[in-house]
């Protein structure tokens, strides 16, 4: 069974607009992870936040997490063609070996 | 550096024949992973690793085999593939405390 539900499935915006994707989960958490899936690409780690922590930044990204509705949000600031991917929130449950388990994408496509 | 390499990046199989995945890593990573991608299903784990020797079942396990003789390398074994097996299958490892470097997967298809 999976963990994250990613919202919305699907995302299409102008470049140099804001894209906002949304992950819930259901378990107690050490961290929540976002990962980025270029089309026929391993996953590349973005970004990760503790469960202690409420918001991060890095670069044009900006992630809150709200553990008493268990949910997280990725905020990708003036987008770019380049940020055309697939984007996976992934959940660190405590169950050890650092063990994620993903949701199962939100696809965002950055018209030019 | 290479980070973390899969071979082979495609194979076709037919059901019922054997094979095996292989993941090498060069960041003497102590954590190591190996999940199935399928449409619509996000990734999920088929097995991992703690360490050299170590091997342990994740989610869906069933109709595979890993082994870890050597720490950088991750075997994923299909002994009698199945067409339920087709999928894209991702190899990952991770530092203590780090997050998951990915490789970029084997598109294997059972006919």
């Known amino acids: 069974s999976q963990q994250g539900e990613e919202d919305p499935q699907a995302l299409s915006i102008q470049e140099g607009e804001n894209a906002t994707m949304n992950c819930s989960y259901k378990?107690?958490?050490?961290?929540l992870q976002w990962y980025r899936q270029n089309s026929g690409r391993g996953l590349v780690h973005l970004i990760l936040i503790r469960s202690n922590e409420r918001e991060k930044h890095s670069g044009r990204l900006r992630v809150t997490l709200d553990t008493s509705k268990k949910s997280s949000s990725l905020l990708i600031t003036a987008s770019r063609a380049a940020d055309t991917a697939s984007y996976f929130c992934a959940t660190d449950a405590r169950t050890g070996a650092q063990k994620l388990v993903f949701g199962q994408g939100t696809r965002l496509t950055i018209n030019p | 550096n290479a980070g973390v390499t899969q071979t082979p990046k495609f194979r076709v199989l037919k059901t019922g024949q054997s094979m095996t995945l292989l993941c090498a890593q060069d960041m003497n990573h102590e954590y190591m992973y190996w999940y199935r991608q399928d449409p619509g299903m996000g990734l999920r784990l088929i097995h991992y690793?703690?360490?050299?020797?170590?091997?342990a079942k994740g989610e869906v396990p069933d109709g595979y085999n890993v082994s870890r003789l050597k720490k950088q390398n991750f075997l994923l074994g299909l002994e009698s593939a199945a067409p339920s097996q087709t999928s894209v299958y991702f190899c990952?490892?991770?530092?203590?405390?780090?997050?998951?470097?990915f490789g970029d997967g084997t598109r294997l298809s059972i006919l």
């Open positions: 690793s703690v360490g050299e020797g170590t091997t």
């Open positions: 990952a490892s991770s530092g203590i405390s780090q997050p998951q470097h």
């Open positions: 378990t107690s958490i050490n961290n």
